[in-house]
């Protein structure tokens, strides 16, 4: 990823072999025989650096201090993408039998519904469908009885998506239950703020993460906010329902859209790409990663999240 280049702050690196990695803001010289330096006053306990591909830069552990100066008021992470992988087997799946049942004669292919997905909300997708490709023949014909028809499509959508998630067929992926953990131990506000139906969102979180858990995180989903991501109104709400300011938020999303929210309203977002995601453009994240990550695999933990803070990063 393009960055613009400034004088690296000084390192204590004992070798005068080097990589490069790309920060947001700057450009830092890190030494390959060291795992702790010291950027601008800031110590990272550990950053380990793939060299750059033709797909650009892979990082497999980039962690924060142990003891942190400042932490996030609150974490704050999408659910489809981020909390499970749920696309193209969840949610997909469950559109799709949907319309089987009602015999609409519809069917979203894998490649369709990642276009689809830059739509957010599964009402708002489903409209705008068949907007472009024409109404079934099933499907009334004034505006508000298709409303009303599209509604009840996502409520069937929504009971056959829980049902996948009650049965633990869909896992979390790498590291969430880790970082969800390192959150709730230091007393930080955890929330899921997603497009997503709030049924099927407490359905993830109830299920996958286990009731305690659960009983600690807060839900902004659904229809809670009039205009859906890439509106920043669901994370504005979150951070004034948590009584926290935007500025000391940090949100975990897996999409282009999502990052656009976060940053509309003004938190730091770190990107965990996803199974539909990886091709898209996160030039305004503040770090981008393949997933969170479990040990020996870890990418990323609630002290880098702090870190983010005070210094951004990309890599």
């Not at 005068?16 to 990695?21: A, D, E, I, N, R």
Request: net charge neutral; charged share 25%.
């Amino acid at each position: 990823m393009a960055a613009k280049a400034i004088s690296p702050p000084p390192l204590t690196a004992s070798s005068s072999s080097t990589k490069t990695q790309f920060f947001a803001k700057k450009t830092v010289l890190l030494s390959s025989s060291s795992c702790s330096k010291i950027l601008g006053g800031l110590k990272l306990s550990s950053i380990t650096i793939k060299k750059r591909t033709g797909k650009g830069f892979g990082v497999v552990k980039c962690m924060g201090s142990a003891a942190p100066s400042v932490l996030p008021k609150a974490l704050l992470f999408d659910c489809d993408g981020v909390l499970v992988d749920t696309e193209k087997d969840g949610h997909r799946i469950s559109f799709n039998e949907t319309f089987a049942e009602k015999e609409l004669g519809v069917t979203w292919d894998v490649d369709l519904y990642g276009e689809l997905l830059k739509i957010g909300g599964g009402k708002e997708r489903m409209t705008a469908y068949f907007n472009k490709v024409g109404w079934p023949d099933k499907a009334p014909k004034s505006d508000e009885e298709r409303k009303a028809f599209v509604a009840s499509l996502h409520k069937r959508k929504t009971e056959l998506f829980m049902a996948l998630i009650e049965k633990k067929l869909l896992p979390l992926r790498p590291g969430v239950a880790k970082l969800i953990d390192q959150a709730l131990g230091n007393g930080l506000n955890v929330a899921v703020c997603s497009t997503s139906n709030e049924k099927a969102v407490s359905a993830v979180v109830s299920f996958l993460l286990g009731p305690e858990r659960a009983a600690k995180i807060q839900i902004f989903a659904g229809d809670v906010v009039p205009r859906k991501k890439p509106d920043p109104a669901i994370y504005l709400l979150a951070a004034e329902t948590l009584g926290v300011e935007p500025s000391s938020c940090v949100v975990v999303e897996d999409s282009a859209i999502g990052l656009a929210a976060a940053k509309a309203a003004g938190m730091t977002c770190i990107v965990t790409k996803s199974g539909y995601t990886g091709d898209e453009d996160f030039v305004n994240a503040d770090a981008v990663f393949d997933c969170i990550g479990d040990p020996p695999e870890e990418r990323f933990d609630l002290a880098f999240c702090g870190s983010l803070l005070e210094k951004q990063y990309v890599s």
